[in-house]
């Protein structure tokens, strides 16, 4: 939705394909909320990526009139030695972001939902904070269809074929021709590229997600943050109760590998789904009750976990944006526009070297 706002901007009869219709349930993108950070601990790299995101939501908060960033701040935890923690320190002191470092005991005590072992230290970013993802992307469907945008939802891709510097997308009822692709199709993206000879070490997996009844005058939106916590039982994150919704938690990694065209288990037919999200909650934030309800996504991995936005290394009028690991959304203002100056300019002024296809050779 993005990239179609930005190239229906410059002018470009645009058409934005979709198996299904957006914001919808059946990707990675639904749940209400994201965490956008930006000291980030995947790395330096990210960082200039995350702060022109930042900048791109804002312009569509405004040109959208809709509210769609919470400034909640983040709350990163874990040993201090760990490269997750580590980078955050050194990526905010690289680009002077205001973070503050907290041992255990200021952490519990500034939030008293949260009672942290003394072995973690927490990084507080105050200018991060929460993205209302569907409203997001409702947005920059209700501006790219202003500019012209033609969406055509429920249409499955059949093929993608390149010939003669001309495109053609088959659906199940009609061929359309253009001069130029963006393939950001998230766990099918394989294999729509398989059509293109581009085999890419793509795995996606099925992931869960859940809310709690909590203390709302511990865990409400206006008071506690997002939060991302790096721990011996795995690496969580989560949402504050906003407007009473209850507190969100989701496990980063982990999951089972999936075939996104067979039906995924519900949230619940895994015993662990459940269990781990009360395991993490009963050690580090325990003042909450009840599992309200819980939902099923899909994460697309690559080997390394970052990112693929690149053209295609023979195509050079196809974009590609794909294998965003499960950290991917907080960054898709940005990457919206990288893959229409991709597609107008062939090149982009952002740095997207560290996210070339040519990696995986």
Same mark, same amino acid.
């Given at each position: ?232 039982? /795995? =690496?969580?994150?989560? &949402?504050? !109760?906003?407007? @009473?919704?209850? %507190? ?5 990694? +982990? ?70 690991? /499960? =950290?991917?959304?907080? &960054?898709? !203002?940005?990457? @919206?526009?990288? %893959? ?5 300019? +062939? ?15």
């Amino acid at each position: 939705m993005a990239a179609g706002y930005f190239l229906s901007k410059s002018g470009k009869r645009t058409l934005l394909v979709d198996s299904f219709n957006p914001p919808h349930n059946k990707g990675s993108h639904h749940g209400e909320t994201r965490i956008i950070r930006h000291a980030y601990g995947e790395g330096e790299k990210y960082v200039p990526l995350a702060l022109k995101a930042q900048e791109l939501w804002n312009d569509l908060e405004k040109m959208s009139g809709k509210q769609l960033f919470l400034p909640t701040g983040v709350l990163n935890v874990g040993y201090e030695k760990t490269d997750f923690i580590q980078n955050i320190i050194s990526s905010s002191k690289t680009y002077s972001l205001p973070l503050e470092i907290l041992d255990s005991i200021e952490v519990n005590k500034r939030w008293p939902g949260i009672t942290l072992p003394n072995k973690y230290i927490g990084c507080f970013e105050p200018t991060s904070g929460v993205l209302k993802c569907e409203e997001c992307i409702e947005a920059y469907r209700e501006l790219a269809e202003r500019n012209g945008a033609t969406i055509l939802t429920n249409s499955r891709v059949k093929e993608l074929k390149v010939h003669d510097k001309k495109v053609s997308i088959k659906t199940d009822d009609h061929t359309f021709h253009a001069n130029a692709l963006v393939v950001s199709a998230g766990a099918w993206s394989g294999s729509l590229l398989s059509m293109l000879d581009l085999h890419l070490p793509l795995k996606p997996v099925r992931k869960t997600f859940a809310w709690f009844d909590a203390n709302e005058d511990l865990y409400n939106h206006k008071d506690f943050p997002a939060f991302s916590f790096e721990t011996t039982q /795995g =690496h969580y994150y989560g &949402f504050p !109760s906003i407007d @009473g919704s209850g %507190l969100k938690v989701g496990r980063h990694d +982990g999951g089972e590998t999936i075939n996104p065209d067979e039906a995924i288990m519900g949230f619940g037919e895994l015993e662990k789904d459940a269990t781990e999200l009360r395991q993490f909650l009963h050690h580090y934030m325990p003042y909450t009750q009840q599992l309200k309800y819980g939902k099923t996504c899909m994460y697309t991995l690559t080997p390394d976990e970052d990112f693929i936005i690149d053209l295609h290394p023979t195509y050079l009028n196809v974009a590609i944006a794909s294998g965003f690991s /499960g =950290h991917g959304f907080k &960054f898709s !203002s940005a990457v @919206g526009q990288i %893959l229409s100056e991709l597609i107008i300019l +062939g090149k982009t002024e952002q740095n997207i070297s560290p996210f070339s296809i040519e990696r995986f050779n």
